[in-house]
């Protein structure tokens, strides 16, 4: 019998859990020097490593490739949020140190790393989002990619699920009566939701009534942070004269840099010589050229685990200290939870959209649902549970296993289908 592993890939963790024979899952642990975890996070980091006369590309992904990149950031290539390109036709491939690497390339290297290499004798359920991220995603290609990126990476036997789904069939296990779960996964890059009737003892006792999706998530939040409390210290507001006029500094700097997948592409010859032919003649160019610095020295890691603590520490506390530091350039700021969750909202109403979609689908009234589960990091955010709360009720929300329960249930489901197909 082929070993059954549910594989949770994240925009910003990866988690992969394993049917055992005894019927139950086993979350798998990585380790690094003294720490254990088994949560891994989606990062390679490539640099080139010299001798006898000649180059070799190198590379470490998870918390290996965290502590590389920091070595040493600005020799080092840091590569993240991968899954948010997966569904992004305009993305093909990335030249790293003189390599071409195709997207799918890119993750098979992070899936060997992640899981050995390839076995036939290890079946893989792969979750993947209802609605891939990005603004023009195609979520049909982004399945595509990702079944290619486990074939490169070795594995031929794969499958796939709703990740929503499989959180909601991990959490359906501790169900005793018949009920209808509204199952919301707060990922990285996106956020998915799935209608589950569940009824024990039933010849089908889980059937699926709709799933919606959006590609907001963590990340989104993150950048609301970047983009309000960060962005106008670096120039983002600011004018810069073009003969003789005045033009506002170009909004995609700070679109860029606010997005951590993305900053990395903007660290090439022509992007930093065009920003610092504007800071020639901005209104206030040491912050443009702050900027600038950031992106060549590779800071962005630093400021956006700072970012992440702050949004963190709002979910805890009603008010947060941003503080973060670079060559000259400082960030200290207090952020209220009401400020943050007044940038948020945009974000929060197409989530709250996205619920009521799937309600429509199945053709169901907030009342009809008997349970709703949350999973996921960002769904500890209060104003993102308050979602829920507010149209469900405090006493139908549960929680639990935020960063197993995907992984977990995946490698349910492929026990189940497993035994459905013999």
Sequence with gaps: MKTVLGVDFGTTNSVVSEFTPDGSVRSRRFSLGLADFDVFRTVLCFWNEEGKGRSTLR????????????????ENRLIMSMKSYLAQR??????????????????????????????DDVHIIAGRPVRFAGEFADDEFGETRL????????FTSVETALEPEAAGYRFIRSLT????????????????????RFTPGAEQPIISLGHSGIGIAGDALDYRIIDHAVSPLLGKGDMYRVMDSMMPVPADYYSGFARWHRLSLMRTPRILRDM??????????????????????EAGYQLYQAVSGVKAELSRAESARLHFQHNGFTVDRMIHREE????????????????????????????AVDRVFL????????????????????????AGGEFVSVSEGLALI?????????
């Design 177 to 196: 009566a018949p009920a209808t779960v509204l199952v919301g996964d707060f990922g990285g890059g996106t956020s998915d939701f799935s209608l589950i």
């Design 276 to 297: 610092e032919e504007v800071a020639r003649t901005a209104a206030h160019p040491a912050r443009l050229r702050h900027l600038i610095s950031l992106i060549k020295d």
């Design 340 to 367: 943050f969750e007044s940038w948020i909202a945009p974000d929060l109403a197409r989530m709250a959209a996205s619920v009521e979609q799937v309600l429509q689908q199945a053709n169901l009234a907030p009342e």
């Design 147 to 154: 079944r290619a990126a486990y074939a490169a990476a070795g």
């Design 414 to 422: 492929g026990a189940d289908r497993a035994t459905l197909a013999a």
């Design 375 to 398: 999973t996921g990091g960002t769904s500890f955010v209060p104003a993102v549970r308050r979602i829920f709360s507010d149209r469900f009720g405090t006493d139908r929300l549960a």
């Design 90 to 119: 305009s993305f093909t491939q990335t030249n790293i140190f003189g390599r071409v690497f195709t997207l799918e390339e890119m993750i098979a290297v992070f899936l060997r790393a992640l899981l050995g290499e390839g076995r």
């Design 59 to 74: 590379h470490a992904a998870g918390p290996a490739a965290i502590e590389a990149y920091l070595d040493d950031p600005v």
